[in-house]
């Protein structure tokens, strides 16, 4: 009955959300798909709560795995950007499901808090 959902070695939806996963790699994924080319500072005022080392560490490990291309200008001081590659933009889908999905999980939620007795 579960078949489908079969995710022995090798499986897809572990591989991706290795890629993916974590705090801060979707939510700066999704800035990235809204906002098309975004420099450092830019997306350390899209996220608040990131620390400076943290968002480096982010983007070098999506640079690495192919998702992002960071671009030098040789410029005093020098100007750095960031942007989707081509392969980081076929995620646009997975993204926006999930965004689509969090978004109804969030509406959903003082529903179920009431429902299971929680406190408002």
């Known amino acids: 009955p579960h078949a489908r959902f079969d995710c022995a070695a ?4 572990e591989a991706t ?8 790699k979707g939510v700066i994924l999704y800035h990235l798909l809204t906002g098309k080319v ?7 005022r899209m996220l608040p709560n ?8 982010q983007l070098r490990e999506l640079e690495h795995d ?6 030098i200008y040789p410029e005093v001081p020098p100007r750095v ?3 989707l590659t081509e392969h980081g933009q076929t995620l646009e889908p997975v ?7 969090g978004d109804g999980h ?12 929680s406190p408002d």
């Open 81 to 83: 950007e960031y942007r």
């Open 17 to 24: 959300l290795n890629l993916i996963g974590g705090k801060w």
């Open 95 to 101: 993204i926006a499901a999930l965004k689509a999905w």
């Open 66 to 71: 192919g998702l992002v291309v960071r671009t």
């Open 106 to 117: 969030i509406r959903r939620q003082p529903a179920a808090d009431k429902a299971d007795g």
């Open 38 to 44: 975004l420099r450092f500072n830019a997306l350390k």
């Open 50 to 57: 990131i620390t400076q080392r943290m968002l480096t560490n």
């Open 10 to 13: 090798g499986c897809p939806v």
